[in-house]
Nanobody, 125 residues
C-alpha cells in the first residue's frame, strides 16, 4: 500500500511560479515511479511529468521547458516546480505511484495504482 499526499496548490497569475509537493508513505518511496497528472472538470486526467527511481524524467509537450519534476527520497517527496504558469495550466493536480515500474515512465493512468487526493492550481489574471 502507498499513501500519497499533495500540497502546494493555489492561485497564481500568468507568468508566476508554484511548487507542488507529493509526500509518500507505506512503501519504500525510492522503489517506484511517481507521476504528476492534471485534470480539468469534464476532461480526462492527463499526464504532466514523471520521474523514475533513479531520477530520469519525462514531460508532456505542454509543460516541457516550464515544469521540473524532482525527488528527494530522504524526505519521501516528489516536487513539481511550475514556472511561467499559463491559464491553461489551471487544473486539479494529482500525484500517483506506478509501483510496478522503477525505470520506465508510463503516461497512461491505468498503470498507476495509487493516487493522492489532488491539489488545485488556478492561474488567472
Amino acid at each position: 500500500q502507498v499513501q500519497l499526499d499533495e500540497s502546494g496548490g493555489g492561485l497564481g497569475q500568468p507568468g508566476d511560479s508554484l511548487t507542488l509537493s507529493c509526500t509518500g508513505s507505506g512503501r519504500t518511496f525510492s522503489d517506484y515511479v511517481v507521476g504528476w497528472f492534471r485534470q480539468v472538470p469534464g476532461n480526462e486526467r492527463e499526464f504532466v511529468a514523471g520521474i523514475t527511481s533513479s531520477g530520469n524524467t519525462l514531460y508532456s509537450d505542454s509543460v516541457k521547458d516550464r515544469f521540473t519534476i524532482s525527488r528527494d527520497d530522504a524526505k519521501n517527496t516528489v516536487y513539481l516546480q511550475m514556472n511561467s504558469l499559463q491559464p491553461d495550466d489551471t487544473a486539479d493536480y494529482y500525484c500517483a505511484a506506478d509501483v510496478r515500474a522503477s525505470v520506465i515512465i508510463r503516461r497512461a493512468t491505468r498503470y498507476y495504482d495509487y493516487w493522492g487526493h489532488g491539489t488545485q492550481v488556478t492561474v488567472s489574471s
